[in-house]
């Protein structure tokens, strides 16, 4: 099954649930890992910690 990722620019994830995450420009792709939205900021999962970038995409993660 191939992954489909969302812009953040075209859509957002929900607010609170988790999402794989990551930038991915023309400097290539990097900064791939699980965070959750709240309002404009990223965080960590367990919510501690928010991130100093901004995600580029995202994708629903399946369990």
């Known amino acids: 099954m191939k992954k489909v990722w969302f812009k953040c620019s075209d859509v957002l994830p929900p607010e609170g649930k988790e999402v794989n995450t990551k930038i991915d420009d023309a400097k290539g792709c990097r900064n791939v ?5 709240d ?24 369990q």
């Open 39 to 62: 309002g404009r900021l990223w965080f960590t999962p367990d919510g501690a910690t928010y991130v100093y970038y901004t995600p580029t995409h995202w994708e629903g993660i399946t």
């Open 33 to 37: 890992r699980t965070l959750k939205r």
